[in-house]
C-alpha cells in the first residue's frame, strides 16, 4: 500500500489548489477514501471522506461548501479541490483508505503535500 500527494503549495487567502493523490497496492473503489490534514500544533483531523461508491462525500463544516473530493478510479487517484482557501486551511493533507480496524494497512500514511495560506 502506498500513497503519493502532490500538488500542495503556498498560496494566498482566496486562492485555489487542487491536490491528488495517487494510491498503489489496492483498489481505491473497495474502500471509503479520506483526505486528512494536519496543522502545525494541532492533531490529524479528516478533511473530507468518500464512500466506497463514489457517490457521497462528506466534509467538515469549516470547508463545506469550498472543496470537492473527486476521484479517478482508473487511475486510482483521488483529488481534493480546494476553493476560496483561508489561513486556516494551512496544514500537511494527507489522503488514506478507510481500512478495517484490524487491518494493518491502516497504520500507513504517505508524506503527505504541504499547503500554506498566506499573504
Known amino acids: 500500500v502506498q500513497y503519493v500527494e502532490s500538488w500542495g503549495r503556498l498560496v494566498q487567502p482566496g486562492g485555489s489548489l487542487s491536490l491528488s493523490c495517487a494510491a498503489s497496492?489496492?483498489?481505491?473503489?473497495?474502500?471509503?477514501m479520506t483526505w486528512y490534514r494536519q496543522a502545525p500544533g494541532k492533531e490529524r483531523e479528516i478533511v473530507a471522506v468518500?464512500?466506497?461508491?463514489?457517490?457521497?462525500?462528506v466534509y467538515r463544516d469549516t470547508v463545506k461548501g469550498r472543496f470537492i473530493m473527486s476521484r479517478d478510479s482508473a487511475n486510482a487517484t483521488v483529488y481534493l479541490q480546494m476553493n476560496s482557501l483561508k489561513p486556516e486551511d494551512t496544514g500537511v493533507y494527507y489522503c488514506?483508505?478507510?481500512?478495517?480496524?484490524?487491518?494493518?494497512?491502516?497504520?500507513?500514511w504517505g508524506q503527505g503535500t504541504q499547503v500554506t495560506v498566506s499573504s
Open positions: 488514506k483508505a478507510a481500512w478495517p480496524k484490524t487491518d494493518e494497512r491502516g497504520n500507513i
Open positions: 497496492g489496492f483498489t481505491i473503489t473497495n474502500y471509503a
Open positions: 468518500m464512500s466506497r461508491a463514489g457517490d457521497n462525500v
